[in-house]
């Protein structure tokens, strides 16, 4: 038998997933890491968890494996933005600094203030926020001069994990679109986000497809992943653009919408797309598909923060839902912004406060939580109406993820968006995507439409037209809101930086 291997670097966990050539699963494995958020706007990880997970999780999918089994390959899925500086003997100057770290807020604003963020945006398609590796570099630069100045090397999470299996400096071309430092068009870094930076393209990797092929690792790392040292490692793809590959959201208008940990909305198109408001990303899945769209950083982590916060910990998640149940659409006029942790889509605003509004003596707890369900897909929505204006109309919906659990939660996407919603029964989309890109490296099949004869069927949510108006009638107050609040949310975030006991 021939199996292929899809591993997910995560935010909070790394996944493998060994598969059959045809997509089924045979055995998965994850394992969790720590985010250190020590410091206000801090959100960074050890390289060493996630590298130890990397050789974990692979390990205990291919001990499935029977000797005369082939193991093809092994295909890679990363979060995307991370940043991890190296001096010129390759030690390490910093932890993996995550897309979720805020602390180059102020410098993204300086940026945002003028010209040449909108510009440097127009050539590179990632906003210009905090996540990005631009920003960092920033801070970097006018905060933690020592390493700024000591830093010869310049990596992603991905390439870190490659370069500590094989020694290379290389990127794929998915994450380097995604540093805000590439340009989409010319496929080569960007000078003027390099003269912003103070940055030589010495410091940063060489870009590969991302059907570049790695082989010939240590004898001592192929022994801690219980595979032969000559299997084939697969650069693959960010997480973010496989993810729409692994539900098959990769035809014109068909919009892949995601919600774990965070959260986001994409389509793909045949070449690069950017937005004359700067609302949305554009990334590639390979040269000749291009992801459009906008991640929100408000998803599970929300769903979360109420159940520990707001229900001390105290029920379980299907518990909470099934008292969100008991409450009408639109929680009785109760909108929630889910803005804990600044948002990206379409606010690319960092300083973002998370708020309830309408609150009156009628509504209970049970009202909070319906409101924080729908608070989270009103803003997706809001991300979709900027998406239709830069692709054009959403034609179909496929929704992955964990919230793909909940069935009210996927009926308030379906009502909301007014669509009927797919829900590929696809629980490993990523890993999936790797392994397609995995198959058309090696010469398996001949484009990425081959993923469409993979997983299994899907099951449909049908909108109810009901809650039709409802929906109508709040979108936009939700919307008028979260755009007039800037100046706000600025002066909110201030004062908790000035006042935060933990700088």
Not at 266 to 288: E, I, M, N
């Amino acid at each position: 038998m021939q199996y292929l291997i899809g591993v997910d670097l995560g935010t909070t966990a790394t996944k493998a997933v060994l598969f059959k050539t045809n997509g089924e699963i045979v055995a998965r494995s994850s394992q969790d890491y720590p985010l250190y958020r020590d410091l206000s706007g801090m959100a960074e990880e050890r390289f060493e968890d996630i590298f130890e997970a990397v050789l974990s999780t692979i390990r205990k999918v291919s001990i499935h494996l029977n000797e005369n089994d082939d193991l093809l390959a092994v295909s890679f899925s990363t979060q995307m933005h991370a940043l991890i500086a190296y001096d010129k003997d390759w030690s390490a100057l910093t932890r993996v600094i995550t897309w979720a770290d805020t602390r180059a807020v102020a410098y993204t604003e300086q940026l945002k203030a003028g010209t040449k963020g909108f510009e440097i945006y127009q050539k590179t398609g990632t906003p210009i926020h905090p996540m990005a590796p631009l920003s960092k570099l920033l801070w970097l630069k006018n905060e933690r001069k020592s390493i700024y100045d000591t830093a010869a090397h310049y990596l992603e999470l991905k390439g870190a994990i490659f370069h500590k299996l094989f020694g290379v400096n290389k990127i794929d071309l998915s994450s380097a679109t995604g540093t805000g430092l590439f340009n989409i068009f010319d496929l080569e870094w960007e000078k003027s986000a390099l003269d912003l930076t103070g940055l030589s393209r010495d410091q940063l990797p060489q870009m590969v497809d991302p059907y570049e092929i790695e082989c010939g690792m240590s004898h001592e790392f192929a022994m801690k992943m219980g595979i032969p040292k000559e299997t084939k490692f697969v650069w693959g793809a960010a997480d973010g653009p496989l993810s729409n590959l692994g539900v098959n959201a990769i035809e014109k208008g068909v919009a892949a919408i995601t919600i774990g940990t965070s959260g986001a909305i994409r389509v793909v198109t045949d070449q690069p797309k950017t937005d004359s408001k700067a609302r949305t990303f554009t990334y590639a899945l390979d040269r000749t598909h291009w992801v459009v769209g906008g991640p929100v950083n408000s998803g599970g982590d929300v769903y979360r923060w109420l159940r520990d916060q707001v229900f001390d910990g105290k029920s379980s998640f299907d518990e909470l839902t099934e008292l969100a149940k008991t409450i009408n659409a639109g929680s009785d006029g109760l909108l929630f912004h889910p803005y804990l942790g600044g948002e990206r889509a379409p606010l690319w605003d960092a300083n973002a406060r998370g708020s309830f509004f309408g609150l009156n003596y009628r509504h209970t707890r049970a009202h909070m939580t319906r409101s924080t369900l729908e608070g989270i897909i009103l803003n997706l929505y809001m991300v979709a109406l900027s998406l239709i204006e830069v692709t054009g109309e959403l034609t179909q919906i496929q929704a992955t993820g964990g919230f793909t659990s909940s069935e009210l939660w996927i009926q308030i996407l379906a009502d909301i968006f007014e669509s009927p919603i797919a829900v590929p029964d696809r629980r490993e989309a990523g890993c999936l995507g790797a392994i397609v890109m995995a198959e058309k490296a090696l010469g398996l099949v001949d484009d990425l439409s081959a993923v469409s004869k993979m997983g299994g069927t899907a099951r449909t949510y049908q909108p109810n037209e009901e809650n039709f108006p409802i929906y109508r009638a709040l979108s936009p107050i939700f919307i008028r809101l979260s755009r007039n609040l800037t100046d706000e949310y600025r002066q909110i975030s201030d004062f908790q930086r000035q006042f935060d006991p933990n700088k």
